[in-house]
T-cell receptor, first 113, second 116 residues
Framework: GAVVSQHPSRVICKSGTSVKIECRSLDFQATTMFWYRQFPKQSLMLMATSNEGSKATYEQGVEKDKFLINHASLTLSTLTVTSAHPEDSSFYIC?????????FGPGTRLTVL | AQSVTQLDSHVSVSEGTPVLLRCNYSSSYSPSLFWYVQHPNKGLQLLLKYTSAATLVKGINGFEAEFKKSETSFHLTKPSAHMSDAAEYFCVVSESGVNRDDKIIFGKGTRLHILP
């Protein structure tokens, strides 16, 4: 079956630094990828839709200048959390769309000190 | 080990009839359980969630789900299907804690077809 990987699985950074999270579709191409975040015991919240070769579409309330998304190839989308602050600490999950099926990555735990 | 099983990959019901989408899970800890809906080419939308409060959870668009610990089930129901309910539905188990890694387990999804 289709596999989506995320790197890193866990990252700890200092406040004010930037962190990049990669989402890769390993055995298929995905023109569309999604980025979600989840707080403990809360639901997934869709942050943005990432389309290969074009700008990402952000959900209402998500700062596009803070959460930079780049979908430069059909197998890679990156999410960069710029000038991270402790309130950005969360679990970030990506998914990739293939023939209208959605395949999920394992998630990245970001902790900002 | 944690797992989520959606027992049906496809479900077809007639408009106006009840919907039942089945989900069984296994978890070592007290999990949070969610149902999401995905419309074509869209991201997931939360329908409802269970986080150890009331076992019968009411969600949006008339959906509800009952957490049954003895049966390790969290089936999604709706009394009367509408054409707009045609979509893919995901059952999700989430565990988080200070001293263990976050885990989020997705079911494989159930595609709901609504017949006119």
């Amino acid at each position: 079956g289709a596999v989506v990987s995320q790197h890193p699985s866990r990252v700890i950074c200092k406040s004010g630094t930037s962190v990049k999270i990669e989402c890769r579709s390993l055995d298929f191409q995905a023109t569309t990828m999604f980025w979600y975040r989840q707080f403990p015991k809360q639901s997934l919240m869709l942050m943005a839709t990432s389309n290969e070769g074009s700008k990402a579409t952000y959900e209402q309330g998500v700062e596009k200048d803070k959460f930079l998304i780049n979908h430069a190839s059909l197998t890679l989308s990156t999410l960069t959390v710029t000038s991270a602050h402790p309130e950005d600490s969360s679990f970030y999950i990506c998914s990739a769309l293939s023939y209208n099926e959605q395949f999920f990555g394992p998630g990245t735990r970001l902790t900002v000190l | 080990a944690q797992s989520v099983t959606q027992l049906d990959s496809h479900v077809s019901v007639s408009e106006g009839t009840p919907v039942l989408l089945r989900c069984n899970y296994s978890s070592s800890y007290s999990p949070s359980l969610f149902w999401y809906v995905q419309h074509p080419n869209k991201g997931l939308q939360l329908l409802l969630k269970y986080t150890s409060a009331a076992t019968l959870v009411k969600g949006i668009n008339g959906f509800e789900a009952e957490f049954k610990k003895s049966e390790t089930s969290f089936h999604l129901t709706k009394p009367s299907a509408h054409m707009s309910d045609a979509a893919e539905y995901f059952c999700v188990v989430s565990e988080s804690g200070v001293n263990r890694d976050d885990k989020i387990i997705f079911g494989k999804g159930t595609r709901l077809h609504i017949l006119p």
